[in-house]
Nanobody
Framework: QVQLVESGGGLVQAGDSLRLSCAAS????????LGWFRQAPGKEREFVAH????????TYADSVKGRFTISKDNAKNTVWLQMNSLKPEDTAVYYC????????????WGQGTQVTVSS
């Protein structure tokens, strides 16, 4: 079993920064990717960023490229999402997710953390 626990959400103003964290625990030996997704009210969940378990190959959605940075603390099994220059359209529930090596989908999800950006 895998557990993912997010933290760091909150209410900020446009242009501010936030850092989200995702602590992973459990059976992590077959982890391939750790990712962040978000879901705004009335919209479908969308990909934000992902990174390999090794901490390499960060990948971003075009909407956040240049503003968000995903990184991994290998010693703590924690993934960070540094979000700068936040915009009101970044308002959403942000979810951490994990994909194992033999699956194409992200099968493990955290409970989500709310990020609200006011204009």
């Amino acid at each position: 079993q895998v557990q993912l626990v997010e933290s760091g959400g909150g209410l900020v103003q446009a242009g501010d920064s936030l850092r989200l964290s995702c602590a992973a625990s459990g059976d992590l030996f077959t982890t391939y990717l750790l990712g962040w997704f978000r879901q705004a009210p009335g919209k479908e969940r969308e990909f934000v960023a992902h990174i390999r378990w090794s901490g390499s190959s960060p990948t971003y959605a075009d909407s956040v490229k240049g503003r968000f940075t995903i990184s991994k603390d290998n010693a703590k099994n924690t993934v960070w999402l540094q979000m700068n220059s936040l915009k009101p359209e970044d308002t959403a529930v942000y979810y951490c997710a994990l994909r194992v090596t033999w699956r194409l989908d992200f099968d493990y999800w955290g409970q989500g953390t709310q990020v609200t950006v006011s204009s």
